[in-house]
């Protein structure tokens, strides 16, 4: 364990469902992030809160909505997604905003949409 | 384009050898961060390094930072089996404090065999 809890491990869900990846982290971290790790891709920075405020969202399409109630976890809510849309996604912590301290992963959420 | 180009692509070496990875980044960095991922998993922070160091050590792992080249080096010596995995470079931008992104490489894959 790292500190940084996601769920579910895996999730498999149809185009037009609605679901929600949870992310929870008991570090004391100021900031968190979502990332999504695609077969042959580096990794994407998605959303990332500070303090529980967004202060980044990389041109993500609305079908992914976050949600950040307090600095401990982070959800990301997912709606009428599509098959490329498969992959890991990661949630990570860090310190302080900063970028002179490391980021924490969690164990990430397998997606499959079909 | 990405910021950090990990090379090469894959490696294979038997137990007891060392690796070498090595990273290439485009702009100017904060600092450059290191990130082991086994299969499937999340990423673990390995070690960092600030734009003004050189190198940097951590039990059998070695860091070099040349910032005349934008270039970085990963050197795992005496490796073990249980190395093999997926090795990350992540590259912070300088002034960027809120809450802001690590840009990570393709990464390398890492095979240790026994």
């Known amino acids: 364990e790292t500190g940084v809890t996601q769920t579910p491990r895996h999730l498999v869900m149809g185009m037009t469902n609605k679901k929600s990846l949870k992310c929870e982290q008991h570090?004391?971290?100021?900031?968190m992030y979502w990332y999504k790790q695609s077969a042959k891709k580096p990794l994407e920075l998605m959303f990332v809160y500070n303090f529980k405020e967004q202060t980044e969202n990389n041109s993500v399409p609305s079908r992914f909505s976050p949600e950040c109630p307090n600095s401990s976890h982070l959800f990301l809510h997912l709606h009428t997604l599509q098959p490329e849309d498969s992959a890991l996604y990661l949630c990570a912590s860090s310190q302080e905003p900063g970028l002179v301290s490391g980021y924490t992963f969690g164990s990430g959420t397998r997606l499959t949409v079909v | 384009s990405q910021q950090g180009e990990e090379d090469p692509q894959a490696l294979s070496i038997q137990e007891g050898e060392n690796a070498t990875m090595n990273c290439s980044y485009k702009?100017?960095?904060?600092?450059l961060q290191w990130y082991r991922q086994n299969s499937g998993r999340g990423l673990v922070h390995l070690i960092l390094i600030r734009s003004n160091e050189r190198e940097k050590h951590s039990g059998r792992l070695r860091v070099t930072l040349d910032t005349s080249k934008k270039s970085s080096s990963l050197l795992i010596t005496a490796s073990r089996a249980a190395d093999t995995a997926s090795y990350f470079c992540a590259t912070a931008m300088p002034g960027e404090t809120s809450g802001s992104r690590l840009t990570f490489g393709e990464g390398t894959q890492l095979t240790v065999n026994p």
């Open positions: 702009t100017s960095i904060n600092n």
């Open positions: 570090l004391g971290h100021n900031a």
